[in-house]
């Protein structure tokens, strides 16, 4: 079997995998090995910190999810809000 790692952020109750375009742009700057990156997710802006493995909003700190990478076949909710059939 393939190893796929792919990046979650956290729910309530579960973990959300980001889309794939959000995913690669992540997996892009995590490669280059940077500290931080930010993101455009439903018209907000967000950070996302690799250090402390956090995803917030940058106008809004205290909006605040854990992220993780992990492998694709891990246990999740669903893609970036739509929950698995
Ligand atoms: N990708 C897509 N939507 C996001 C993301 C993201 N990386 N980050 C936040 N949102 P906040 P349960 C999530 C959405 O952090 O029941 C899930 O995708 C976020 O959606 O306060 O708690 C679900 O759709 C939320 O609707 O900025 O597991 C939903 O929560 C909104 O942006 C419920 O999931 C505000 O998030």
Redesign the pocket.
Known sequence: EEEVYCWF??????W?Q??ER?NAELEDAYTKKKKSCE?L??G?L?IIDFVNML???RN?PS???RIKRDLMNTPK??V???RLS
């Open positions: 952020y956290e729910g309530r109750n579960g959300w980001y889309d959000t993101l997710i439903a907000f967000y995803q917030f909003r809004d909006r605040r999810r909710k669903g970036a809000g739509v």
